[in-house]
T-cell receptor, first 114, second 109 residues
Framework: DTEVTQTPKHLVMGMTNKKSLKCEQH?????MYWYKQKAKKPPELMFV???????INESVPSRFSPECPNSSLLNLHLHALQPEDSALYLC?????????????FGPGTRLTVL | QKEVEQNSGPLSVPEGAIASLNCTYS??????FFWYRQYSGKSPELIMS????GDKEDGRFTAQLNKASQYVSLLIRDSQPSDSATYLC?????????FGAGTRLTVKP
């Protein structure tokens, strides 16, 4: 089973709203990732959680706030976003943090900020 | 210099032909390489991983790695219209994975 699930599939929010994206995996993976992907661009790394600890924050604006409540769950809290934050937000997981570990993506959340 | 480079395409091949997708990387110490397929509006899907020099085959897909030349490629035999997608090359790292910009492939019936 290589399934990573994400909810919601689509999200439309205003610039003053607060919302959260959710990601879940039950593969026992210990590394989880948030990526942002704009049209015709590769995924852009935002955050990495390794063994439930934040290990990489790629200078992401504070209006994005990650949370890892347990080894299976990853949230991304959104507040006061800008229209340019509209993108596909991808969650991914890996067995571990070794360079040899394969990484699997969830289906993504399509976010539109009005 | 970009870490992982791919020809953005588009690459167009006729149905039944061999599609050849190429990728170069800058970090000579890199040891793990991955190919992802991404259909328009969907998330990337892992196709192949390769760690050793040479060829690795999986069905119609063959990944080729040449560490001396810092080059990795993906061959798709008997290309089908359903193979039309963007193919992302990725290099594994500790804690992260570095992606190329992707090559858009179109297979024409």
């Amino acid at each position: 089973d290589t399934e990573v699930t994400q909810t919601p599939k689509h999200l439309v929010m205003g610039m003053t709203n607060k919302k959260s994206l959710k990601c879940e995996q039950h593969m026992g993976h210990r590394a989880m990732y948030w990526y942002k992907q704009k049209a015709k661009k590769p995924p852009e790394l935002m955050f990495v959680y390794s063994y439930e600890k934040l290990s990489i924050n790629e200078s992401v604006p504070s209006r994005f706030s990650p949370e890892c409540p347990n080894s299976s769950l990853l949230n991304l809290h959104l507040h006061a976003l800008q229209p340019e934050d509209s993108a596909l937000y991808l969650c991914a997981s890996r067995t571990g943090t070794s360079e040899y570990n394969e990484q699997f993506f969830g289906p993504g959340t399509r976010l539109t900020v009005l | 210099q970009k870490e992982v480079e791919q020809n953005s395409g588009p690459l167009s091949v006729p149905e039944g032909a061999i599609a050849s997708l190429n990728c170069t990387y800058s970090d000579r110490g890199s040891q793990s390489f991955f190919w992802y397929r991404q259909y328009s509006g969907k998330s990337p899907e892992l196709i192949m991983s390769i760690y050793s020099n040479g060829d690795k085959e999986d069905g119609r897909f063959t990944a080729q790695l040449n560490k001396a030349s810092q080059y990795v490629s993906l061959l798709i035999r008997d290309s089908q219209p359903s193979d039309s997608a963007t193919y992302l090359c990725a290099v594994g790292g500790n804690n992260d994975m570095r992606f190329g910009a992707g090559t858009r492939l179109t297979v024409k019936p």
